[in-house]
């Protein structure tokens, strides 16, 4: 579904990290439909189980700005994903990102533009009526609104996040912090009144362009999932691909905060 061409990018969803390699190996590449797609010479995705991390120790920083806050009963399990990390990867440090505010800001300017853009035949039709959310009736007018001047400014302020996302991954391989600061909401909770915080680390991977990779590691005290996100850079190719850090660290973190290893069932 086209929302924000220019910063769209679909993703697999499985039941590990290894799986997810796999799916994406399979779906990777150049599309000659789709100018956003890499070229041909860079869009290739191998994956074997028998791979292994890079050759020197990969140092992962814990974003600490990430959230203003995290829910009681997600602290646990993120405390414990973290002593994992620090484990198997010695080097893990603390770091903050100083360009939250520009992202998310320039963020939401550009997927309002282009979703105004990508449904333009839908909005002006009326249709927009049609749909069952209330709020999703009128958003399309809304987006309308923003002008050609806020969305070129963004593109201005996405060069600048781009470039200081970039020094910082000449610190750090990996970037780490909790997915989203509580738990994971039941269907029949209605998210616009939930959902109140902004959610930055996806709103700086979208603008930046950033893989990621979002991975159980535990459970509240009501036995509902808790997640942990991995950022790389952009582009970054260890041993040959793109996101090879990711996978192997994320592997290894699913692996020893599985149900199985805590000893604990399935989520709720």
């Known amino acids: 579904m086209a929302l924000a061409p220019s910063m769209d990018k679909i993703g697999p969803m499985a039941r590990s990290a290894e799986d997810c390699a796999r ?15 890499v070229p041909i010479d860079k869009g290739a995705f191998t994956y074997s189980p028998s791979m292994e991390l890079h050759s020197r120790p990969l140092k992962i920083g814990w974003l600490t700005n990430a959230w203003k806050s995290v829910a009681p009963g997600v602290a646990k399990p993120i405390e414990t994903a973290k002593r994992v990390l620090k484990t198997y990867f010695f080097e893990r440090e603390g ?13 939401h300017h550009r997927c309002r533009g282009e979703s105004a853009a990508s449904f333009r035949s839908l909005i ?4 927009v ?9 009128i958003a399309g007018y809304v987006n309308e ?3 050609a001047a806020d969305y070129l400014q963004a593109l201005k302020v996405r060069e600048i996040v781009q470039k200081k996302m970039d020094a910082m991954f000449e610190t750090f391989d990996i970037l780490a912090t909790a997915a989203q600061p509580i738990a994971a ?23 930046c362009g950033l893989p990621a990779m979002s991975v159980p590691c535990g459970f509240t005290d ?9 950022v790389g850079r952009g582009g970054r190719r260890f041993c040959g691909y793109p996101g090879r850090t990711d996978l192997p660290t994320a592997h290894r973190l699913a692996q020893e905060t599985s149900e199985d290893s805590l000893g604990i069932g399935r989520p709720s």
């Open 23 to 37: 799916i994406f190996a399979a779906i990777a590449g150049h599309d000659l439909k789709d100018r956003g797609t």
């Open 95 to 107: 770091c903050r990102l100083a360009c939250w505010s520009l992202g998310g800001c320039r963020q």
């Open 124 to 127: 002006r039709s009326g249709r």
């Open 129 to 137: 009526s049609q749909l069952t959310d209330p709020l999703g009736q």
């Open 145 to 147: 609104q923003y002008s």
């Open 185 to 207: 909401t039941p269907l029949t909770l209605n998210l616009e009144t939930i959902w109140l915080f902004p959610i930055l680390s996806a709103a700086i991977g979208n603008i």
């Open 222 to 230: 009501k036995n509902l999932p808790v997640g942990l996100q991995f």
